[in-house]
């Protein structure tokens, strides 16, 4: 067993590392970086707008009986197949039978459009109501309403807004003679208003600035981080652009990627602009304080950003590429931030000089605020140490107190050009330092760990309750906005024909192995079977398709597509009632159709989350380990991790599917999670949670080497990180939070669900848990047996190795 022990004095002359050469020579030449990144925005957007791909949501996965069902008729029947959207005519002062010269006209010119495979015309189609049953139409009883199917050799989603103007002119003899046309299903989806995030950009941002203004008190450290995020996010969306050009990529991937990029970009430029600054107080030059904030700082952020790629690449564990590929473009923009912060914020660092702070609306901090030492003036400012030389390769020390009144250094290891004993040993929390408002309620929270352990893990308990309830599932129409045509399409179904008209099941049997003779006979039970189905309002009798090896028949749930019964009736044919209908034939079965086939990707979905769980903690655990060489640390890191996450699903749970707030986020009605929403966020919360984690850890991990006193690196930690991790939070949670107003249902979630998860983490976990287990813990934190310790790579992410040496860097144990 081994305990990391302080580094020793008498260290060997420090290096400069890469980190910390790069920060420097950015800041150094900062026209030079800057020229560049904003010549690579140009160039970028400029060659994504001529050259850049579209996104869609037409994907398909092969191997699920849906789409094997969708590849029989295609075969068999290609006009019965295909995808298929509705629309809608509805005419509230008279019958449509009037309207029959215009619907006929209307059917001819949508069956002449590109990717078109069959109009149906309602009038003159058959009823899909048994006697006595349920009325599904395609005509309502008073002849009022009526719905066109129309089926797509692609999804209409994915055909472009452009195939609206085609769709326009050929509704357009009934819309001229009064009829309210509404397009339904996944046409429906195209016609949607198209995103624009500028709105929730712009909220996030100034938020943001509030909350550095007021956080740290000066006006270019705050404007710094958002500046050169929105710069490395526009780079990334440019990038995804032309990432979208090789391969489909879902309509949402530009929206995931500017949320996530903002929200990293402003953090990981904010915790180098506080150290720079904080190196800045200490007295080093701008240059040498900007490198030596990209060797600590940034190489945090290089972590953490590797830790955040690696939790969203872990997607790819899905086996969807749909899934994976979303996990790509949020990937992309992370990629950019971590580019941007390690090397355009220290040009931007470089540029700005020593007039960082000339700005501000109150006295300017960086870590801590600066308190008076003993036995010294108020407001005196503390001068270079008798004989100390300036040291352009060291960032400010692991326990320096922040400001220009800050107390004896708690590191004063003795090396070349310093003259302070290294025996001094006056670290965190030792010595005549005095203490902030963090530092006094870390003390607190060590005096009672056990209480505050309690009471953190309650929180989350309560939290995480509603998790046990989750219902999975796809969010149908009737949640969007009523000024979207799909959603009034819906109502208009739902009330003519009955909420299962907007998810109509396609069942089909295949009988081509069957003898010709035994084809009758099959026909007869498979009707029998489907006479009488649990949740099914109505299923329409088989019909044989023109070469006779296909019997079709449509069911309609009596429950919305999204609703739980409509899901166990998919299931319930597929896996039971049709199956059982051909039973003692070579006859194959299957259940198509838009509703079945997002019934077998939440099938799916819900069978591999946890192994992605699985994958993404484990990887996680390995980084924190090889980081920190703290077996404890790293299992404490995955597990409060994991129940925070859970805390952030509660809720979405409670708002979206118990409706607690839904109305008032504009949502209809309650709705299910959606069924990729859990996957994702786990992800992406996972990979953030990991930044402050990452952060704090850090820091207390510098000072337990510069003290091997644990409950005094907890404290001091805690003092010198809450300011930035509590304002790089709130900017997280504000740029989430402003996505709420999207009229995407799946955005709000996402949006919710991160802007809760981050301020969970930020406060319940790293404010009560992580301090209190920190504490519990003590010096078996760092323990980690020595056949492990010899196995992991040395990964220094203080960046103390580019500061103290190599030694100092790798001689750390016992």
Same mark, same amino acid.
């Given at each position: ?15 400069? $590392? ?77 019958? #449509? ?26 009038? @003159? ?7 006595? $049953? ?14 066109? &199917?129309?089926? %797509? ?104 990627? &500017? ?12 915790? #180098? ?28 952020? #290089? ?125 965190? $929390? ?21 209480? %505050? ?15 046990? %309830? ?26 003519? %024909?009955?909420?299962? /008209? ?21 026909? /007869? ?5 489907? /006479? ?201 949670? /504000? ?27 930020? &406060? ?11 504490? #519990? ?36 144990? @016992?």
């Amino acid at each position: 067993m081994s305990h990391q022990q302080p580094a020793r004095s008498g260290a060997p002359a420090r290096r400069v $590392g890469v980190l910390h050469a790069t920060g420097a020579w950015c800041a150094r030449h900062f026209v030079i970086v800057i020229v560049l990144w904003i010549a690579a925005l140009v160039a970028l957007q400029a060659v994504q707008h001529t050259y850049g791909g579209d996104y869609s949501d037409n994907f398909s996965i092969s191997g699920t009986q849906s789409q094997d069902g969708l590849d029989v008729l295609e075969k068999h029947a290609p006009s019965a197949g295909g995808y298929s959207s509705q629309v809608v005519v509805h005419d509230a002062d008279k019958s #449509l039978s009037g309207l029959s010269s215009e619907m006929s006209t209307e059917v001819a010119s949508l069956q002449k459009l590109p990717e078109v495979l069959s109009a149906q015309n309602p009038l @003159t189609a058959p009823s899909g109501s048994s006697d006595g $049953g349920p009325d599904v139409g395609p005509l309502s009883a008073d002849g009022k309403t009526a719905y066109i &199917t129309v089926r %797509f050799s692609e999804q209409p989603s994915s055909l472009g807004s452009g195939y609206l103007d085609g769709v326009d002119s050929a509704v357009q003899p009934l819309r001229s003679a009064g009829a309210e046309v509404e397009y339904g299903g996944s046409l429906g989806e195209l016609a949607r208003p198209a995103a624009n995030d500028r709105v929730s950009e712009a909220i996030g941002f100034g938020v943001a600035v509030l909350v550095l203004l007021i956080g740290f008190g000066s006006l270019l450290a705050a404007l710094l981080p958002l500046i050169t995020a929105l710069i490395c996010v526009v780079c990334g969306l440019g990038l995804l652009g032309l990432l979208a050009a090789a391969t489909t990529f879902a309509t949402v991937s530009p929206t995931l990627a &500017t949320m996530i990029g903002l929200g990293v970009g402003i953090d990981y430029a904010l915790f #180098l602009v506080t150290r720079h600054r904080q190196n800045l107080m200490d007295g080093s030059d701008p240059v040498a304080a900007a490198g030596a904030a990209t060797a600590t700082s940034g190489r945090a952020v #290089l972590l953490s950003g590797c830790t955040v790629i690696i939790a969203l690449c872990g997607l790819w564990v899905s086996g969807i590429g749909f899934i994976g590929k979303l996990g790509v473009a949020a990937a992309v923009t992370v990629v950019t931030a971590v580019l941007g912060a390690l090397t355009l914020v220290p040009a931007m660092l470089g540029l700005i000089g020593r007039h960082i702070d000339r700005i501000h609306v109150r006295k300017p901090v960086a870590e801590v605020e600066p308190g008076p030492e003993p036995g010294t003036r108020p407001g005196a400012r503390r001068g270079p140490q008798p004989g100390a030389q300036p040291d352009p390769e060291r960032g400010p020390e692991p326990g320096a107190q922040a400001g220009p009144e800050r107390g004896p250094e708690p590191d004063s290891q003795q090396g070349p050009g310093r003259g302070t004993e290294p025996d001094s040993q006056q670290g965190p $929390g030792r010595g005549t330092t005095t203490h902030g408002t963090w530092h006094r309620y870390a003390e607190r929270v060590e005096r009672r760990p056990w209480w %505050f352990l309690a009471g953190g893990v309650v929180v989350l308990a309560v939290l995480a309750f509603p998790v046990f %309830f989750i219902q999975l599932g796809h969010i149908g129409d009737g949640a969007d906005p009523k000024s979207f045509t799909d959603r009034r399409a819906y109502d208009l179904m739902s009330s003519a %024909f009955g909420p299962g /008209s907007n998810g109509p099941l396609t069942l089909v049997i295949d009988q081509s192995d069957v003898p010709q003779d035994d084809r009758s006979a099959l026909q /007869s039970q498979a009707g029998k079977s489907l /006479s009488k189905v649990p949740d099914a309002a109505v299923i329409t009798p088989l019909t044989a398709t023109s070469d006779g090896d296909v019997l079709t028949a449509t069911a309609y749930s009596v429950a919305a597509p999204q609703d739980e019964r409509t899901t166990s009736l998919v299931n319930h044919l597929s896996d039971d009632v049709l199956p059982d209908a051909v039973s003692g034939t070579a006859a194959k079965t299957y259940v198509t159709g838009t509703t079945a086939a997002q019934v077998d990707f939440l099938d799916i979905v819900s069978s591999r989350l946890p192994l992605i769980i699985a994958v993404v903690v484990g990887l996680a655990f390995l980084v924190i380990l090889a980081v920190f060489r703290g077996l404890l640390v790293a299992v404490k890191a995955a597990l409060l991790n994991v129940l925070s996450i859970a805390a952030s699903y509660g809720v979405v749970v409670a708002v979206f599917q118990w409706g607690w707030g839904g109305p008032a986020l504009g949502v209809s009605g309650d709705v299910p999670i959606e069924s990729y929403v859990p996957m994702m966020m786990f992800a992406i919360v996972f990979g953030l949670s990991m930044d402050y984690e990452i952060f704090l850890l850090t820091r207390i991990h510098e000072a337990w080497l510069a003290t091997n006193d644990p409950k005094a690196s907890v404290a001091h930690a805690l003092e010198i990180t809450a300011r930035v991790i509590t304002c790089a939070a709130l900017i997280m949670v /504000s740029v989430f939070a402003a996505f709420l107003i999207s009229d995407n249902i799946v955005v709000k979630m996402l949006g919710l669900g991160l802007a809760a998860s981050v301020l969970i983490d930020a &406060t319940v976990v790293r404010l009560l848990l992580v301090p209190a287990v920190m504490t #519990l813990l003590g010096r078996a934190a760092w323990w980690t047996p020595r056949w492990l310790d010899r196995l992991l790579p040395h990964i220094d992410a203080e960046g103390s190795g580019e500061a103290d040496g190599p030694k100092a860097a790798g001689d750390r144990r @016992t």
